[in-house]
């Protein structure tokens, strides 16, 4: 049985002990660096040697890419939120963990709220419109449609035009 003395030894160590491992915790969380992106940016994460397989936690926020001979990841925001991606060596052995945090880049950027229905201008230096989460759902659509057809004529006048150059050759 211990006395009044040792007692308050007891807890006296006890309580000295709890903030180093809380410390010690801290520290071991530092080693798992955090990647912070921008939303439809990227980002480039260093991995130690022998990464060959990569879990991403959710890859609707974040789209990651290995490239194993730089030892680095691509890191792409999606959408906004958190997660993770661990990686592996060839045994499965857990090598590294990097917390991803995707934000909204707001630079150059103008949000127009109507009530509950939002729509985002860049600006730079005029104002046009873009998609972004969290827009009206009819004004991204609308944009989304626009782009789309811009996209697809894009790509038919360059073919026209590649056709038209080699049949004058």
Known sequence: MLSITNRSRAVLLALAIL????????????L???????IDQATLVKVPDGVH?????????ADVTLLKRLNTLVVT??????????????????VATTEIQVSEALH??????NGMDRMTYYCNPHCQPTVTIGDQLTYNSNLDAQINQHNNDSLQNSSTGASAQQSAH
């Not at 798992?32 to 921008?38: G, L």
């Open 77 to 94: 925001g999606k959408s906004y939120g958190e997660t993770n991606v661990i990686a592996l060596d060839s045994n499965g052995n857990q």
């Open 32 to 38: 798992h660096p955090v990647a912070r992106v921008k």
């Open 19 to 30: 903030p180093a491992a809380w410390i010690a915790t801290a520290s071991a969380d530092t």
């Open 108 to 113: 150059n950027k103008l949000l127009l709220q």
């Open 53 to 61: 397989t990569l879990v991403i936690g959710n890859p609707a926020i």
